[in-house]
């Protein structure tokens, strides 16, 4: 039987012990903020329906994000044991520079919509961090602006070829003369995928005050201030629009583009060409006979063509195939450093974030972009150690099986 007694006051003292309160209730959310979905469950808290359906939403019944995010969850680590893991070093050279993480952010549009601090918060933490981030031809901050924010940055420009093809290359030319070091020219757009939720939402640029959009705005006066007390949204690639986003894709996007015209794409632009929404074997070997510098493995978030193919299940075979012609790039699906990780593991020279880094802006602007970049470093570094490696270089195919919920039928 157990004997009881009442504590003496000595033995109390030490449980009792309290945190200092954090009066910053930015820096109070960020803080307890352990995960990428954390960051998800503040943004959700504190962005209007619109813009943050923008951000979270994908193409018509979005089973290509689902179906993404599955096949990061769908893996298994196999961790080699008693190696000195006291420090790992997390860089290696991406496209002939060297960035201090795998990662970097990808091209986002209408991102001042998320949170009005936009691309400059994701630029200025990118070059703090010693990763590249990349400016969209639909982001909200000019190419200028971007440079002038993050000197020192990495910065990477994002191309949509547009049915005026001289104002196309007026873009590149402005991005070549701020000293972006990459163009990442995307391919998979002919036309603008189904987003339903931007059509249910009648999500419009500026956005248009409804009934709904009042109501929805009224436990999230923050945003609707930051967004009337700042300047008018800017954009990389035009003056201004004033329709919805849908209209504002179809009016720009080529659907005539082909290998011929970024073939003259690469003769005018004078430092790294990277093609992104690569989604099939036979498109990567081509583009590497082309003798572009990097290939991004896409379906442009779920964004675009539903039911499209999982890029971390194509990872491995054009890894294989064609890694030692170009750098092989990924992107949809990442939320978490394990996922770059393992990314890495089976052939990616480096990735894209771009849902990860919008949920940090939308919970606390900069500051909740240090976070995401943060938290990603933490996974990447514990990660790796409990693996036993201690550079990216020592990662190997056989620390990952790829286990599939989606076997086709033959």
């Known amino acids: ?12 003292a030490p449980l009792m012990k309290f945190k200092t309160p954090t009066l910053n209730a930015k820096k109070r959310r960020l803080d307890a903020a352990l995960t990428i979905a954390d960051l998800r469950a503040i943004a959700q808290r504190r962005t209007p329906k619109a813009p943050f359906d923008y951000t979270e939403g994908a193409a018509e019944a979005e089973l290509s994000l689902a179906r993404a995010r599955e096949a990061f969850h769908d893996i298994q680590f196999h961790p080699a044991i008693l190696r000195d893991v006291s420090t790992v070093d997390t860089g290696w050279d991406v496209l002939g520079k060297r960035v201090e993480l795998p990662f970097g952010i990808a091209p986002t549009g209408f991102t001042r919509m998320m949170q009005t601090e936009g691309e400059i918060a994701g630029a200025t933490a990118a070059a703090a961090a010693g990763i590249p981030f ?9 190419i200028e602006g971007v440079r002038d924010a993050a000197p020192e940055g990495r910065n990477w420009f994002q191309l949509y070829m547009w049915k005026d093809r001289e104002k196309s290359m007026q873009l590149v030319d402005r991005a070549a003369a701020a000293g972006y070091d990459t163009l990442l020219v995307t391919v ?4 603008a995928g189904a987003r339903l939720r931007d059509k249910r939402n009648g999500f419009s640029i500026p956005p248009a005050l409804t009934v709904g959009t009042i109501v929805n705005a009224i436990p999230r006066p923050w945003w609707w201030w930051d967004f009337l007390t700042t300047e008018p949204l800017a954009f990389a690639s035009l003056s201004s629009w004033d329709g919805t986003v849908a209209e504002l894709l179809d009016f720009m ?14 003769e005018q632009w004078p430092g790294k060409l990277v093609v992104k929404g690569v989604q099939t074997l036979d ?6 006979d082309l003798g572009v510098d990097g290939i991004t493995l896409s379906n442009h978030g779920g964004r675009q063509l539903d039911r499209a193919p999982v890029p971390f299940h194509l990872l491995p075979e054009v890894a294989r195939e064609v890694g030692h012609h170009t750098e092989v790039h990924l992107d949809t699906g990442i939320m978490s450093g394990a996922d770059i990780v393992a990314a890495v593991a089976l052939g990616a020279r480096f990735t894209l974030i771009g849902r990860a880094y919008l949920y940090g802006l939308m919970a606390g602007g900069r500051e909740g972009v240090d976070r995401a970049i943060e938290i990603l470093r933490g996974e990447i570094t514990r990660t790796m150690k409990l693996l036993g ?6 990662l190997r195919p056989e620390h990952v099986t790829q286990l599939q919920r989606l076997v086709p039928l033959r």
């Open 389 to 394: 490696v201690t550079s990216l270089d020592e």
């Open 188 to 191: 998979d757009v002919p036309v």
């Open 253 to 266: 996007f080529d659907p005539t583009v082909t290998y011929d015209d970024l073939a003259w794409i690469k």
């Open 1 to 12: 039987m157990v004997k009881r007694r009442f504590p003496r006051p000595s033995e109390l």
């Open 134 to 142: 990349s400016l969209s031809t639909m982001g909200t901050t000019s």
């Open 283 to 288: 498109d990567a070997k081509k583009l590497a």
